[in-house]
């Protein structure tokens, strides 16, 4: 034998991933390649003295998972120890949120900010007893009098910051919130403390920026806790001008020469796929144009490990904050708005359509951030637009989100083999705080998977991390099951999808997504050994019980990034 394997896999349950969805048993590995796949006896020939043989005992191997929508930068950025954490489990009150905050105080030098994220008000238990209330600037001021306390919502969508804050930041009732955004104030016109949308930038822009050292260790952390989950490839959604706001500017153009640098200094132990964000929030065609003109184009040395695809841009807001477009309005009334530029309904759809064909003629692939079902209407119109005036083989275009895609939206998606790119851990994580804006129909279909895939659209999955927390074992979970974390009880039982369809979500669709089906996403013999080794029967597991099951093994390019099988 001329070349044995570097590394052999025996006796286990090999979910190729393939056409067929075959099961194998063994796979081999080959100088970061796969050489074979199939049984013990079609890789034994390949084991030489220094293969490494790893005896599965019937645990499941998968296609390296492939996270197609995670801020890399701002998730490192939103954990400890570089930010309180603020999500469910971790608090459950306002008392909690408060008493974290006294904790972070007390080993903070004075004056310094103090940051935290993930809170969420579904799961404060003095929110969801009275939904008027609110998180507020008074709920911070007792334990934070002298540090500016600012605090990230689990939805990057809203901010709650101190009083602190508020006089350093220069916001007082007299403020104009920026287009787009809104500054909440209580009946007697002061600031409450929280603030939606682009109105976040006044936040953004007062606080220091990250430094160097700091989104390095951000994308370092990120990249640690990623390969503990099995994830070989994340979608990098937003680097660029437009991001410079965005938590410290984390989505910021100086995170992406980072990312260069750690390629370059080989601790890039994932690969990572690009949007650039030429522009934020309430942004003009013109505007948009502009930036991503003086961007200009990018390349980068290895784009096997690290490649722009196209560019990011957002079309309206979220559901929890009523700024997603909706065709009925929201409980309570309104219908939200189109976030681009312009005073009107048709205004703002002339913009995000002179958007849409900007980008698509200048060559780019578009993932547009669209929740409302009249947004995600008029956004998929637009790339069909944008292709019949300017037709391209294979624009790879995808909706972020679709919360409520449309059965229309869908037609025209599949036609044109567009994609989405939906949230299945999002969807557990807000499925019973969902109907209290949208009413309880509306709320069991939000990321209606099993209509998108029957309607014949690419469907791809992601956490938005730091949104929710990048385990796709529980994102597989909540396609199987459509079950919410809170109460547990199933919404959308009709949008349910089957095993074998939610793990390609996570692998060869979202390889498609990165024009990198034909090289990833599959266990098939002369494609990139991007793998994930999953402790027990995968495919026989309750659907329960898959978010216990533990990745025991992850490996890049062949190389063994995460490894609890020799500890």
């Given at each position: 034998?001329?070349?044995?394997?570097?590394?052999?896999?025996?006796?286990?349950?090999?979910?190729?991933?393939?056409?067929?969805?075959?099961?194998?048993?063994?796979?081999?590995?080959?100088?970061?390649?796969?050489?074979?796949?199939?049984?013990?006896?079609?890789?034994?020939?390949?084991?030489?003295?220094?293969?490494?043989?790893?005896?599965?005992?019937?645990?499941?191997?998968?296609?390296?998972?492939?996270?197609?929508?995670?801020?890399?930068?701002?998730?490192?950025?939103?954990?400890?120890?570089?930010?309180?954490?603020?999500?469910?489990?971790?608090?459950?009150?306002?008392?909690?949120?408060?008493?974290?905050?006294?904790?972070?105080?007390?080993?903070?030098?004075?004056?310094?900010?103090?940051?935290?994220?993930?809170?969420?008000?579904?799961?404060?238990?003095?929110?969801?007893?009275?939904?008027?209330?609110?998180?507020?600037?008074?709920?911070?001021?007792?334990?934070?009098?002298?540090?500016?306390?600012?605090?990230?919502?689990?939805?990057?969508?809203?901010?709650?910051?101190?009083?602190?804050?508020?006089?350093?930041?220069?916001?007082?009732?007299?403020?104009?919130?920026?287009?787009?955004?809104?500054?909440?104030?209580?009946?007697?016109?002061?600031?409450?403390?929280?603030?939606?949308?682009?109105?976040?930038?006044?936040?953004?822009?007062?606080?220091?920026?990250?430094?160097?050292?700091?989104?390095?260790?951000?994308?370092?952390?990120?990249?640690?806790?990623?390969?503990?989950?099995?994830?070989?490839?994340?979608?990098?959604?937003?680097?660029?001008?437009?991001?410079?706001?965005?938590?410290?500017?984390?989505?910021?153009?100086?995170?992406?020469?980072?990312?260069?640098?750690?390629?370059?200094?080989?601790?890039?132990?994932?690969?990572?796929?690009?949007?650039?964000?030429?522009?934020?929030?309430?942004?003009?065609?013109?505007?948009?144009?502009?930036?991503?003109?003086?961007?200009?184009?990018?390349?980068?040395?290895?784009?096997?490990?690290?490649?722009?695809?196209?560019?990011?841009?957002?079309?309206?807001?979220?559901?929890?904050?009523?700024?997603?477009?909706?065709?009925?309005?929201?409980?309570?009334?309104?219908?939200?708005?189109?976030?681009?530029?312009?005073?009107?309904?048709?205004?703002?759809?002339?913009?995000?359509?002179?958007?849409?064909?900007?980008?698509?003629?200048?060559?780019?692939?578009?993932?547009?951030?669209?929740?409302?079902?009249?947004?995600?209407?008029?956004?998929?119109?637009?790339?069909?637009?944008?292709?019949?005036?300017?037709?391209?083989?294979?624009?790879?275009?995808?909706?972020?989100?679709?919360?409520?895609?449309?059965?229309?939206?869908?037609?025209?998606?599949?036609?044109?083999?567009?994609?989405?790119?939906?949230?299945?851990?999002?969807?557990?994580?807000?499925?019973?705080?969902?109907?209290?804006?949208?009413?309880?129909?509306?709320?069991?279909?939000?990321?209606?998977?099993?209509?998108?895939?029957?309607?014949?659209?690419?469907v791809a999955s992601g956490s938005d991390a730091p949104v929710t927390h990048p385990d796709w074992r529980q994102g597989v979970a909540t396609m199987v099951l459509r079950e919410s974390k809170a109460a547990g009880r199933v919404s959308g039982p009709e949008q349910r999808i089957?095993?074998?369809?939610?793990?390609?979500?996570?692998?060869?669709?979202?390889?498609?997504?990165?024009?990198?089906?034909?090289?990833?996403?599959?266990?098939?013999?002369?494609?990139?050994?991007?793998?994930?080794?999953?402790?027990?029967?995968?495919?026989?597991?309750?659907?329960?019980?898959?978010?216990?099951?533990?990745?025991?093994?992850?490996?890049?390019?062949?190389?063994?990034?995460?490894?609890?099988?020799?500890?």
């Amino acid at each position: 034998m001329d070349t044995y394997a570097d590394l052999v896999f025996l006796d286990g349950r090999v979910v190729t991933v393939d056409a067929e969805f075959s099961i194998a048993s063994a796979l081999a590995v080959t100088d970061g390649v796969i050489s074979a796949v199939g049984e013990r006896d079609d890789v034994a020939p390949l084991i030489g003295p220094d293969t490494r043989v790893v005896d599965l005992r019937g645990a499941t191997l998968l296609p390296g998972i492939n996270d197609s929508h995670l801020h890399g930068c701002a998730f490192g950025m939103s954990t400890p120890p570089l930010s309180v954490e603020l999500g469910h489990p971790a608090v459950s009150s306002l008392t909690d949120v408060a008493d974290a905050v006294r904790e972070a105080v007390g080993r903070t030098p004075a004056g310094q900010w103090i940051t935290g994220h993930g809170w969420d008000p579904g799961y404060l238990d003095e929110c969801v007893a009275d939904p008027s209330r609110t998180p507020s600037r008074h709920d911070l001021d007792a334990v934070s009098p002298d540090h500016p306390v600012v605090l990230y919502s689990f939805s990057g969508h809203a901010t709650w910051v101190n009083s602190k804050a508020l006089e350093l930041i220069g916001i007082d009732r007299h403020t104009v919130a920026p287009p787009g955004g809104a500054i909440v104030t209580d009946a007697a016109g002061e600031p409450t403390g929280l603030l939606h949308e682009g109105a976040q930038a006044l936040i953004q822009n007062a606080l220091p920026p990250l430094s160097r050292q700091e989104r390095t260790e951000a994308i370092r952390s990120a990249l640690a806790a990623l390969a503990r989950l099995g994830i070989t490839s994340y979608t990098e959604p937003g680097l660029g001008p437009g991001g410079d706001g965005i938590m410290r500017g984390a989505l910021g153009a100086q995170t992406l020469e980072v990312y260069r640098q750690l390629l370059a200094d080989g601790e890039l132990t994932a690969r990572v796929g690009v949007l650039l964000l030429p522009t934020g929030m309430a942004s003009t065609a013109e505007e948009f144009a502009r930036t991503l003109t003086a961007i200009g184009a990018q390349g980068d040395a290895d784009p096997r490990r690290l490649a722009i695809h196209g560019v990011k841009v957002f079309a309206d807001g979220v559901v929890p904050n009523k700024t997603s477009w909706m065709h009925e309005p929201y409980v309570g009334g309104g219908c939200g708005s189109l976030c681009v530029g312009g005073a009107s309904d048709t205004e703002r759809t002339a913009e995000i359509d002179a958007i849409i064909r900007h980008a698509h003629v200048a060559g780019h692939q578009l993932g547009i951030h669209v929740t409302g079902d009249r947004a995600c209407d008029t956004v998929a119109d637009a790339f069909a637009a944008a292709m019949a005036e300017h037709p391209r083989s294979d624009a790879r275009h995808y909706i972020i989100h679709g919360d409520f895609l449309t059965a229309h939206s869908m037609k025209v998606l599949a036609a044109h083999d567009f994609g989405v790119n939906m949230n299945p851990t999002i969807k557990w994580t807000v499925a019973d705080m969902e109907e209290d804006f949208v009413g309880a129909e509306r709320a069991a279909y939000a990321w209606p998977y099993r209509d998108a895939i029957d309607a014949g659209v690419r469907v791809a999955s992601g956490s938005d991390a730091p949104v929710t927390h990048p385990d796709w074992r529980q994102g597989v979970a909540t396609m199987v099951l459509r079950e919410s974390k809170a109460a547990g009880r199933v919404s959308g039982p009709e949008q349910r999808i089957g095993l074998a369809e939610a793990i390609r979500t996570y692998t060869i669709n979202a390889a498609w997504q990165d024009f990198a089906d034909d090289w990833k996403g599959s266990l098939e013999p002369g494609k990139a050994a991007d793998l994930c080794v999953l402790d027990g029967d995968l495919l026989a597991a309750d659907p329960h019980d898959i978010p216990a099951m533990p990745v025991v093994l992850t490996v890049v390019d062949g190389q063994v990034v995460h490894d609890t099988l020799r500890v």
